[in-house]
């Protein structure tokens, strides 16, 4: 077996170190089950059979959030941009030697931000 040599510290994917194909025979309803099995962790049929044929721990990777809880990430989002465009506009009046003036709605928007995050710290627990 010949090694290809690597520049130093350069990492290839897996998908580039692993050139080699292996087939293997299985009834219908077992290869429905292994590509059940795939998609509900997030891996790829490969990386099921070949983490099951070396014994190795099949990772888990994160589940992703349920379509309700994606609607709320982007909603708060899109809210936090506005927030941030609103800092914006406030950092760049101070800056601009306008002073803050309007110390209500400078409170406000600090308030409507914390309202965010622990939107998000729940959502993210």
């Given amino acids: ?5 690597k520049p130093a510290g350069k990492k290839y ?4 170190q692993r050139k080699l194909t292996l087939r293997c025979r299985a009834l219908p309803t ?5 590509r059940k099995l795939a998609e509900d962790l997030g891996l790829s ?3 099921v059979l070949r983490e099951a044929a070396l014994g190795t721990k099949i990772r888990r990777p994160r589940k992703p959030l349920p379509s309700l809880d994606r609607q709320a990430l982007a909603h708060l989002t899109g809210q936090l941009g506005k927030v941030g465009s ?4 406030i950092a760049r009046h101070a800056n601009g030697g306008h ?3 309007d110390h209500e709605s400078l409170a406000a ?4 931000c914390r309202k965010l995050i622990e939107q998000l710290a729940k959502l993210l627990a």
């Fill in 45 to 47: 049929v490969s990386e």
């Fill in 1 to 5: 077996m010949s090694t290809v040599d």
């Fill in 30 to 34: 077992e290869a429905e089950q292994i």
């Fill in 99 to 101: 002073g803050l003036g």
């Fill in 109 to 112: 928007t600090v308030v409507h």
């Fill in 13 to 16: 994917s897996n998908s580039r």
């Fill in 86 to 89: 609103n800092l914006n506009q």
